[in-house]
């Protein structure tokens, strides 16, 4: 079996490490947090490894996994170069989805590579139960990406080969859907409370629909999803909802008008005809000062 050292074994290096521990892919081998006992902690969770104190005290591995946060992943690798020297037949990569594998240059003749799982790991536990099935978009040496690409396989994945010049755009496309729908569904929230709908009730209500809406757009795509007033072309109910979040919750009209003007190209490839797309361009754009 391939060994594997882990230089921060957080959230995400932990949970890798114990599923691939499991897996009897990798051997995990030393394991260097900024902390001590968090090194030990995440052994314990992984099942296998050596708490170190520093960095320089890891044994050499075939496989290095620097996953510190993303601010670090530089510093790291060049503390790593300086304790591997020239050393040939091992690999190193991180798990950013915003970098590259270029960020790693200073560790050649190491193979290097990013692998980027499109997974929340924000609890370690439960990313173990509901990783499976997860894509991990791949970018790097080839001798690096196809042992990772075996890797990730034998843990369940799906493998998406990236170059390194378009990762930083494939990034924006996972923070879009993902991060952005969170804060859809907090000025969601606000708009329900300024309705006078408490917070509960109000995610009760939106929990079936929101996830609905989801499925829907992986099953029938976006063109196919959308539904409401600006798809009806319904410009009496579009001009009610802005006149009554600019007298009650004015910084929520600037998002409304904001994102429906997307949502108006987007309606535009379905049914909703030219006229009405002008019409609500006029309404939804934001009024001259
Ligand atoms: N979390 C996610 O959902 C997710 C998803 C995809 C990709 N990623 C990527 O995975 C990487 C790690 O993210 P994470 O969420 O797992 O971070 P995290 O939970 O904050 O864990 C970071 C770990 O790195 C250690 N660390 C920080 N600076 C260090 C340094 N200079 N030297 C050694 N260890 C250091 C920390 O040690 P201490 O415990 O001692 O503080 C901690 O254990 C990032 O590149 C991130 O972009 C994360």
Request: aromatic content about 6%.
């Amino acid at each position: 079996m391939k060994t594997l050292n882990i230089i921060g074994a957080g959230r995400l290096g932990k949970t890798l490490g114990r599923l691939w521990q499991q897996a009897g892919f990798f051997q995990v081998q030393a394991i260097f947090n900024r902390s001590l006992d968090s090194a030990q902690a995440a052994a314990e969770f992984i099942g296998a490894g050596r708490a170190v104190a520093a960095l320089e005290l890891m044994k050499p591995a075939d496989f290095w996994l620097i996953a510190c946060s993303d601010s670090e992943i530089a510093a790291t690798a060049e503390r790593l170069a300086n304790h591997l020297g020239e050393r040939e037949n091992i690999a190193a990569f991180h798990c950013s989805g915003a970098l590259s594998s270029q960020v790693l240059e200073v560790l050649r003749p190491a193979a290097i590579a990013s692998a980027h799982p499109v997974h929340s790991f924000a609890d370690p536990l439960r990313s173990l139960d509901n990783f499976t099935g997860c894509s991990v978009a791949l970018e790097g040496e080839s001798s690096a990406t196809k042992a990772l690409a075996e890797a990730f396989t034998t843990i369940g994945c799906e493998i998406l080969n990236i170059e390194a010049q378009h990762k930083s755009l494939y990034h924006a496309g996972s923070v879009i859907a993902c991060n952005y729908l969170t804060v859809l569904i907090d000025l969601s929230l606000s708009s329900f409370a300024a309705a006078g709908i408490d917070r509960d009730s109000a995610l009760k209500l939106l929990e079936p629909i929101v996830l609905q809406t989801a499925q829907n757009n992986m099953a029938l795509g976006p063109e196919n999803s959308l539904t409401g007033p600006i798809a009806r072309g319904d410009l009496e109910t579009v001009a009610n909802q802005l006149k009554d979040l600019t007298s009650t919750a004015p910084e929520l009209a600037h998002h409304y008008r904001q994102l429906g003007l997307a949502c108006v190209e987007l309606a535009r490839r379905g049914q909703l005809s030219d006229e009405s797309a002008a019409k609500l361009i006029e309404l939804l754009s934001e009024p001259m000062r």
